[in-house]
DNA sequence: TATTAATTCTATCAAGTATATAGAGTTAAT
DNA sequence: ATTAACTCTATATACTTGATAGAATTAATA
């Protein structure tokens, strides 16, 4: 399952989207219209700030806009910053790759291998899918 | 990502498969084999049990032993035993639904359209791999 | 220049979940 | 009767999730 961080983040993400290049949009409106508790939606865009999503205007008047266009954003690069690997096993991941502890021979792992292979799929279509999908 | 309980579980089933028609094998052995703590183990081989996966003979000599056929099992029905919904989102699941708290409009929600395609997808791969697979 | 209304940042909290561990019980072969 | 296995329930601990609080900073504008 996905968190409800992520999801509020691709729900503030639409709503930015919707309003590409028309100026900032207000915390607080973006609360109002997603249905996100502000205080958490604050964390979200400012972590959405930090990876690169949206710019922000501080003070009065100020607020969130999208930086990159709604076509160049995928699901895959969102979904890894708020949920991590897209993996269903830490060895699997190109990301956040790890070694599992209970492992004892990785290369012969036939789990990993396939794991490895559902890892590929899903990223493919998660990567398929970007912002503008989202407002068609 | 997976859960140790369900990966473990995996690691017991590939274990039984191995096994399977060759009579049944203790939770120690298994615990071994697979580097499972034993005593988590033994709550896991009980789950695969009351879930209709494997069987049990209790007392001396007693252990555990495939019910079905490694080539009937796959993987997308193990992962709901452990983890449950395939699906991101409660809302796009079929086994696990749930409607998200923050939704106004499922009907017209894209985020639901497009997790739709993504948890379809993971539940034909998943639903492909099964354990015969695990033993090539 | 004071006020206002926005973002920024850090800390904290409560509830739930994951990962085990413990121990008493039941069962069946020997 | 003993032994060695499964069965079942309770407990512990650490981590994660979802959310809240509040002080600091910034910038438009009256």
Redesign the pocket.
């Known amino acids: 399952m996905m ?4 999801k ?1 983040a691709i729900k503030a993400l639409i709503c930015l989207s919707e309003n590409y290049q028309k100026g900032n ?4 409106d973006i609360a109002q219209k997603g249905n ?5 939606l ?2 979200i ?2 972590d959405l ?2 990876a690169g999503f949206v710019g ?9 806009y999208l930086i990159k266009a709604p076509r160049e954003i995928n699901l895959a690069e969102v979904y890894r910053v708020f ?1 991590g690997a897209i993996a269903l096993l830490p060895c699997v991941s190109v990301n956040y790759y790890e070694k599992c ?1 209970d492992c004892t021979d990785e290369v012969s792992c036939t789990i990993k291998r396939e794991f490895s292979k559902i890892k590929e799929q899903s990223r493919l279509i998660m990567k398929e899918i970007n912002f503008k999908t989202f407002l068609e």
Chains 1, 2 share one sequence.
């Open positions: 968190s409800k961080k992520c509020y949009m207000f915390t607080a996100i508790p502000k205080k958490f604050e964390q865009l400012l700030k930090h922000s205007h501080q003070g009065y008047k100020g607020g969130y949920d502890e």
